[in-house]
């Protein structure tokens, strides 16, 4: 597929370029560069002030159909929009769950009055999301959530344990995978996906410090915590099939504009390799080359997922691209420590600041694990995809 950007696209990149200079100054002149990668935790305040100061621009959600409060953009100008947000040093976006995951649910399997509740709320960066899926017992075998929902005075009671869930910390609601019929015959039904407000005693919110200093996820409790009975999307028991629809959103488009962001950390290589000389170490410049094409094998890896559309069955196309640009991420992080060589291994200060190659090199640790890990992603290729046998459970 070929991509080619007309001159209407040309004018929009301009306008996108502009607004950012001009609004990427200031009191946000601060958050530029900011929240990447191991950095999640950074600035939550002032990144927070920016979520809404994009959203009264309509610099939100700009791939939601216009109906829903988006601004309806094609692929083209989608793409156009995280290159200019990427090159304008445009901080790590706080709202992402929100924009790239529930938001889309919703406008798929909510009701209209969580349409009306939860979108324009998001739109206008006023209220951020957290994932309330993985538990210690329930990672790549999502299906076994113990987290259980029970109906109490019409609300939902909930009691349980999630894990990793990332933004957690600073989120004002969380969408939660519930097991609410513990006798059903398979373990795949009886579960409900609820949406549940963070701001409540009941909830115990403990955050985890990762490798990179940060703690960009936590452990959640939930002891008692309530939410109102109609705050649940799609059929109680039915949960799985919306979770499903997430995960599609999750792995297909959501992930745009972490590419532009994977071109700045690879500019930032090739800058340091030519200043400190590495480049003229043939197997630098080789690992260097495989590196930039293997970007350019994601731009067309995510065009083709973008032109194969979400369903509730995660095509192909997603898990191939998944577990590319994750393996692909890794290799990138350990070409950063090679290309910085000794210093890799050194602080930039005391008591643990790591400077950015380091702090990217420690999180992309993480990449090949979450949003599904890659022994996870070959075996959907080789079932779904390849039709071979399924592995003995
Ligand atoms: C940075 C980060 C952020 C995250 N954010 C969130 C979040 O916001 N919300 C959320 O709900 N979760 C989040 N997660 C959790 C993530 O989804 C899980 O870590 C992931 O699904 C793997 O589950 P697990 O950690 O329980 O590992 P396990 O499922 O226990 O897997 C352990 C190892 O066994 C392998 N394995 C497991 N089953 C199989 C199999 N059938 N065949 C072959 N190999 C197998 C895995 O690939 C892995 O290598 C996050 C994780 C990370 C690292």
Same mark, same amino acid.
């Given at each position: #597929?070929?991509?080619?950007?007309?001159?209407?696209?040309?004018?929009?990149?301009?306008?996108?370029?502009?607004?950012?200079?001009?609004?990427?100054?200031?009191?946000?002149?601060?958050?530029?560069?900011?929240?990447?990668?191991?950095?999640?935790?950074?600035?939550?305040?002032?990144?927070?002030?920016?979520?809404?100061?994009?959203?009264?621009?309509?610099?939100?959600?700009?791939?939601?159909?216009?109906?829903?409060?988006?601004?309806?953009?094609?692929?083209?100008?989608?793409?156009?929009?995280?290159?200019?947000?990427?090159?304008?040093?445009?901080?790590?976006?706080?709202?992402?769950?929100?924009? *790239?995951?529930? *938001?889309?649910?919703?406008?798929?399997?909510?009701?209209?009055?969580?349409?009306?509740?939860?979108?324009?709320?998001?739109?206008?960066?006023?209220?951020?999301?957290?994932?309330?899926?993985?538990?210690?017992? /329930?990672?790549?075998?999502?299906? =076994?959530?113990?987290?259980?929902?029970?109906?109490?005075?019409?609300? @939902?009671?909930?009691?349980?344990?999630?894990?990793?869930?990332?933004?957690?910390?600073?989120?004002? @609601?969380?969408?939660?995978?519930?097991?609410?019929?513990?006798?059903?015959?398979?373990?795949?039904?009886?579960?409900?996906?609820?949406?549940?407000?963070?701001?409540?005693?009941?909830?115990?919110?403990?955050?985890?410090?990762?490798?990179?200093?940060?703690?960009?996820?936590?452990?959640?409790?939930?002891?008692?915590?309530?939410?109102?009975?109609? =705050? !649940?999307?799609?059929?109680?028991?039915?949960?799985?099939?919306? /979770? #499903?629809?997430? %995960?599609?959103?999750?792995?297909?488009?959501?992930?745009?504009?972490?590419?532009?962001?994977?071109?700045?950390? %690879?500019?930032?290589?090739?800058?340091?390799?030519?200043?400190?000389?590495?480049?003229?170490?043939?197997?630098?410049?080789?690992?260097?080359?495989?590196?930039?094409? *293997?970007?350019?094998?994601?731009?067309? =890896?995510?065009?083709? %997922?973008?032109?194969?559309?979400?369903?509730?069955?995660?095509?192909?196309?997603?898990?191939?691209?998944?577990?590319?640009?994750?393996?692909?991420?890794?290799?990138?992080?350990?070409?950063?420590?090679?290309? %910085?060589?000794?210093?890799?291994? !050194?602080?930039?200060?005391?008591?643990?600041?790591?400077?950015?190659?380091?702090?990217?090199?420690?999180?992309?640790?993480?990449?090949?694990?979450?949003?599904?890990? =890659?022994?996870?992603?070959?075996?959907?290729?080789?079932?779904?995809?390849?039709?071979?046998?399924?592995?003995?459970?």
């Amino acid at each position: #597929m070929e991509i080619r950007f007309s001159q209407e696209d040309e004018a929009f990149r301009r306008e996108v370029a502009d607004w950012l200079d001009a609004n990427l100054s200031g009191e946000f002149a601060v958050v530029r560069g900011r929240g990447g990668p191991g950095d999640d935790a950074a600035l939550i305040p002032e990144r927070r002030a920016w979520e809404q100061h994009l959203g009264a621009a309509g610099w939100t959600c700009v791939g939601w159909p216009r109906q829903h409060g988006g601004r309806g953009l094609s692929f083209a100008q989608q793409m156009i929009f995280h290159e200019e947000y990427a090159r304008a040093g445009g901080p790590g976006r706080l709202g992402h769950i929100g924009e *790239g995951l529930i *938001g889309p649910t919703l406008i798929k399997y909510g009701s209209d009055a969580q349409k009306q509740r939860f979108l324009p709320k998001i739109l206008a960066g006023e209220e951020l999301w957290c994932q309330g899926y993985s538990e210690p017992n /329930a990672g790549s075998d999502l299906a =076994n959530v113990q987290t259980r929902a029970e109906r109490v005075d019409g609300e @939902w009671a909930i009691q349980g344990q999630k894990v990793w869930t990332s933004g957690a910390a600073w989120s004002d @609601w969380c969408f939660v995978l519930c097991r609410t019929d513990p006798e059903a015959r398979s373990k795949h039904r009886g579960i409900s996906y609820l949406l549940v407000p963070m701001d409540q005693p009941e909830i115990e919110v403990r955050p985890i410090l990762q490798l990179t200093g940060d703690s960009e996820f936590s452990e959640v409790f939930f002891n008692g915590a309530r939410t109102a009975g109609k =705050n !649940i999307v799609g059929e109680v028991n039915q949960g799985w099939s919306v /979770a #499903m629809g997430t %995960l599609a959103f999750e792995r297909g488009a959501s992930t745009l504009g972490q590419q532009m962001q994977f071109q700045n950390e %690879l500019d930032e290589i090739i800058e340091l390799a030519q200043a400190n000389g590495k480049a003229r170490d043939p197997l630098i410049r080789q690992r260097i080359a495989d590196a930039w094409i *293997g970007l350019r094998l994601q731009r067309y =890896n995510a065009l083709r %997922l973008l032109a194969v559309g979400e369903n509730d069955e995660l095509p192909r196309e997603a898990s191939i691209y998944k577990i590319f640009w994750a393996t692909w991420h890794r290799e990138l992080g350990k070409l950063a420590m090679d290309v %910085l060589g000794p210093e890799s291994e !050194i602080l930039e200060d005391r008591p643990y600041v790591l400077n950015r190659l380091q702090r990217m090199y420690l999180f992309t640790r993480a990449d090949t694990i979450y949003a599904g890990s =890659n022994e996870i992603q070959k075996n959907i290729i080789s079932e779904r995809g390849l039709g071979l046998p399924r592995e003995p459970r």
